[in-house]
C-alpha cells in the first residue's frame, strides 16, 4: 500500500524534537548544530516560516527542508529524508514546494552548500535542476563562536 505523505509547515511545539531526533539519525549529510537550539529555530521561524516544511507519514516526521529568503537571494538548508522512506519522490517534491514558495516571495535566485564528498546529495540536486556554481568560491565568517 502506497502511504499518504503530507508536506506542511513546521510547528515548533509539535515538531521541534522530532525533527531533531530525524536529523540526528541521518548517517550523513546532515550537520546538526548551534543553529538548530530552540532559540535559533524560533529566532529563524520569526521569518519565513511558511519555508520550514516537514513530510509526514503516518504522523511521524520523515522529512524537512528549509528555506529562507533575505528579499535578494534564497537558500536552501537541512533537506533531508529519512532512509526508510528515500527514492519515493519526497525529497524531489519538498525541494520543489520550497522552490515555489520562493518563487512566489520574488525571489529570483537560490543557493545551497553541499559537502564535496556527499555525491548522492549532489547527484540529487543535478537531477532536480540544480547546477554546480564552480564561479564561486563560499567565503564564511563566525559573528559567534
Ligand atoms: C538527498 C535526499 C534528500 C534525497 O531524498 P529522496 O526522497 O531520496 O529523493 P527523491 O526520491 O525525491 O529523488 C528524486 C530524484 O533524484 C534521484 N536521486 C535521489 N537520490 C539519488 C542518489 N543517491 N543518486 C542519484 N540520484 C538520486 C532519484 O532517482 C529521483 O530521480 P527521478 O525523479 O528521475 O526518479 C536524501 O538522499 C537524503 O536525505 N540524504 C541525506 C541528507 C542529505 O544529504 N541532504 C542533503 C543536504 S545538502
Same mark, same amino acid.
Given at each position: ?37 530552540? !532559540?535559533?529555530? &524560533? +529566532? ?6 511558511? @519555508?520550514?516544511? =516537514?513530510?509526514?507519514?503516518?504522523? #511521524?516526521?520523515i ?35 520550497? !522552490?515555489?514558495r &520562493? +518563487?512566489?516571495?520574488?525571489?529570483l535566485?537560490? @543557493?545551497?552548500? =553541499?559537502?564535496?564528498?556527499?555525491? #548522492?546529495?549532489?547527484?540529487?540536486y543535478?537531477?532536480?535542476?540544480w ?15
Open positions: 500500500m502506497v502511504q499518504q505523505v503530507l508536506i506542511r509547515e513546521f510547528i515548533f511545539t509539535n515538531d521541534y524534537d522530532r525533527t531533531i531526533n530525524l536529523w540526528r539519525g541521518i548517517e550523513r549529510g546532515m550537520n546538526v548544530g548551534r543553529s538548530d537550539t530552540p !532559540e535559533e529555530t &524560533l +529566532k529563524k521561524l520569526e521569518r519565513d516560516p511558511d @519555508l520550514f516544511l =516537514v513530510a509526514e507519514i503516518d504522523r #511521524e516526521i522529512g524537512t527542508i528549509i528555506g529562507a529568503f533575505d528579499g535578494r537571494r534564497g537558500m536552501i538548508y537541512h533537506l533531508a529524508v529519512h532512509k526508510d522512506f528515500r527514492g519515493q519522490g519526497i525529497g524531489a517534491t519538498l525541494l520543489a514546494e520550497v !522552490e515555489q &520562493l +518563487k512566489a516571495k520574488g525571489c535566485k537560490c @543557493l545551497m552548500h =553541499v559537502l564535496d564528498d556527499n555525491a #548522492e546529495a549532489i547527484e540529487f543535478k537531477n532536480q535542476g547546477r554546480h556554481a564552480t564561479e564561486d568560491i563560499v567565503f564564511v565568517k563566525e559573528f559567534f563562536t
